[in-house]
């Protein structure tokens, strides 16, 4: 029994001593004198040392920095801790340098003091920490110089900041102390308030759909300045501990959206002056086709002498001209022979017929629109006093122009600016401006039609055309030129104008003027069978018709019309039969327009 004991304990004191020669770090056993009592192999083969070697030193003479009292002090520590583990560099027989972990045991035995060290040889995770290292500071600068700020979006949406870049300290103005510390300013906040529902909306599917997003939005600075962001994240989501978040970082794109906006406004202007240029072109496609000036103009009348002196008078000033006349007088040709002789006539003269354009868009006409100024308005349109701009405007007929128009057109008489429909910025142009209308103007300025302030502004120089018939001395001219023009646009060889036909249009009254001449040579040209300028039937019937509708006086047309309600009430002025109950107006005010007009009932 006893021999199997000491066989077991035997097997034990081997184990044991095997177990520690072969134990993978170093053992010493060390006494309070810090004698070294016994060594594994490890510690042999780690430092270099036979075990006889290390038999025969203390401790402290391994390292060539410890001594007597740092032994001491590390004996005291180890006595009041029992166990005690710390790193140090140890050398080895040859010099070499080894890291080392040591723990050290504090053991009593048989009454004597030892210390069991274990020193293990950290070489392999001293080099992975120092790689780790080098790479966290490898990305510290990396990050730092990142354009952008790192921040987490916590799952109750307050984006909050966690780590901030030097880059984004300049941009924001923010230090990190502002916006990861102070709970008071989150990530949202920077956000510009218009942009915030977005962007937590795509952060809110990023959250869902765990993908990468890119958003950009406005931020406000430290300093109050807003700059464009442009954001790049991903959702985060883990079930486990619930970390929920937005991970992402921003660059500054403020510049690259300027340059953005400067670019689509450059397209914009471009797509303009393009749609300028062609409608420009179009005009002037249109009148290079007639050419205007004095040599077109056939006259040898006093009366039209003087409109023409009156022409050159007013064409090299910048006066706005005003020309009276009946239709067809020539009132078109004026305004061209003005802008002729002007120093405006490089461009093109841009004509607005003020009769021809419905109300509605005789204001786009005039000052363009936006796209989408209105239904309709599908591009952008530069209005015609854009297009005038350096050059002059005829604005035909203007006695038709709508009252609310004529407040603007006497803006731009008066100051040079309007506005383009459906832009608030005021648009500036130097526009000459000649206008024309056979209405009487001052009466229409009585009445209320035509405002007097936009009349007085546009009768600096009036220009009055005679009409053809108190100017008969002309017809024999424009006659002749007017054949000749005919013939050879037909082909025809009209050679004479017999005396007879002369008389007869010289006759005539005219009231279409020299459209109505021009337009019967015309006629009489294709008509005529052989050389001499014959008039037909067709012009008698003409004149016949003409002479049977002649135009009346206003007062001739009241006094028949009071007259005629004189008759069907027997000459019954006031009263609920009477002619002033009929035509609307005081019985006073009828029996003095009676006395104006010399009406008196018969006896
Ligand atoms: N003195 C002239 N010499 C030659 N042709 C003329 C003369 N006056 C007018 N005409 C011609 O008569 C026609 C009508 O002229 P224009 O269109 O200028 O008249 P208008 O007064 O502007 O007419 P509206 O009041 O109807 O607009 C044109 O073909 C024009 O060339």
Redesign the pocket.
């Known amino acids: 029994m006893m021999s199997h004991l000491s066989e077991q304990h035997d097997n034990m004191m081997r184990l044991s001593h095997f177990t520690m020669e072969y134990a993978p770090d170093a053992i010493f056993w060390v006494d309070s004198e810090a004698r070294i009592h016994r060594v594994n192999e490890m510690a042999c083969r780690l430092f270099g040392y036979s075990q006889d070697e290390f038999l025969h030193k203390k401790v402290y003479e391994l390292h060539p920095e410890e001594n007597v009292e740092i032994w001491q002090k590390r004996w005291n520590t180890l006595k009041e801790h029992k166990v005690v583990t710390f790193e140090k560099l140890q050398p080895t027989k040859n010099g070499q340098w080894i890291p080392v972990e040591v723990t050290q045991n504090f053991i009593e035995f048989e009454g004597q003091e030892y210390s069991c060290n274990f020193v293990r040889d950290i070489t392999a995770r001293k080099r992975a920490e120092d790689e780790l290292q080098e790479s966290q500071r490898t990305l510290q600068t990396l990050i730092h110089n990142l354009p952008g700020a790192v921040y987490r979006c916590k799952h109750d949406q307050q984006l909050t900041v966690e780590f901030i870049t030097a880059w984004s300290q300049r941009i924001t103005g923010y230090t990190p102390e502002d916006l990861i510390f102070n709970k008071k300013i989150s990530r949202v906040e920077l956000i510009h308030p218009e942009d915030r529902k977005k962007v937590l909306r795509e952060y809110e599917e990023a959250l869902k759909e765990q993908k990468p997003g890119r958003l950009n939005y406005r931020i406000i600075t430290m300093s109050g300045d807003i700059k464009w962001i442009s954001d790049r994240f991903r959702g985060v989501y883990s079930e486990t501990n619930d970390i929920v978040a937005v991970e992402g970082f921003f660059n500054d794109i403020t510049q690259q959206i300027e340059a953005e906006k400067e670019l689509t406004q450059a397209l914009l202007e471009v797509e303009y002056f393009k749609n300028r240029l062609e409608e420009e072109n179009i005009y002037l496609r249109q009148e290079i086709k007639?050419t205007y000036n004095f040599e077109?103009?056939?006259?040898q009348s006093e009366k039209?002498k003087q409109v023409l002196a009156q022409v050159e008078q007013v064409a090299a000033t910048d006066a706005t001209v005003l020309?009276l006349?009946?239709?067809?007088?020539?009132?078109?040709?004026?305004?061209?022979a003005v802008h002729n002789l002007s120093t405006r006539r490089e461009r093109s003269l841009v004509k607005v017929?003020c009769a021809a354009l419905p109300a509605n868009l005789i204001e786009s006409e005039l000052f363009g629109h936006e796209k989408g100024a209105f239904t309709g308005a599908i591009a952008r349109k530069a209005g015609r006093f854009e297009l005038a701009d350096g050059s002059s405007i005829f604005l035909?007929?203007i006695g038709e122009l709508p009252l609310d128009l004529q407040v603007k057109l006497l803006r731009v008489l008066q100051e040079g600016e309007f506005d383009r429909l459906g832009n608030p910025q005021t648009l500036k142009v130097n526009v000459r401006v000649i206008a024309?209308?056979?209405r009487d103007l001052e009466k229409a300025v009585q009445n209320g039609t035509f405002r007097e302030d936009l009349f007085y502004r546009l009768n600096v120089f009036p220009i009055h055309?005679p009409p053809l018939r108190d100017r008969p001395e002309?017809i024999p001219l424009?006659v002749k030129?007017?054949t000749q023009k005919f013939s050879k646009k037909t082909g025809k060889q009209i050679e004479r104008v017999p005396r007879k036909v002369m008389n007869i249009l010289q006759e005539y009254h005219w009231p279409g003027?020299?459209?109505e001449?021009?337009n019967i040579i015309e006629r009489a040209v294709i008509l005529s069978p052989g050389t001499r300028l014959e008039l037909g039937d067709w012009f008698s019937a003409k004149e016949s018709q003409s002479k049977s509708v002649k135009l009346v006086t206003l007062e001739e047309t009241e006094r028949t019309h009071i007259l005629k309600a004189l008759k069907k009430t027997h000459w019954r002025v006031s009263g609920e039969k009477g002619a002033a109950k009929i035509l609307n107006i005081n019985p006073q005010t009828l029996v003095s327009r009676m006395k104006k007009l010399g009406i008196e009932r018969p006896a």
Not at 326 to 333: F, V, Y
Request: proline share 0%; no cysteine; glycine share 8%.
């Open positions: 007639l077109n103009i056939h006259s039209y020309i006349g009946e239709t067809g007088t020539g009132k078109e040709l004026i305004a061209h017929n035909d007929e024309a209308t056979n055309i002309d424009l030129y007017f003027n020299i459209r001449l021009e």
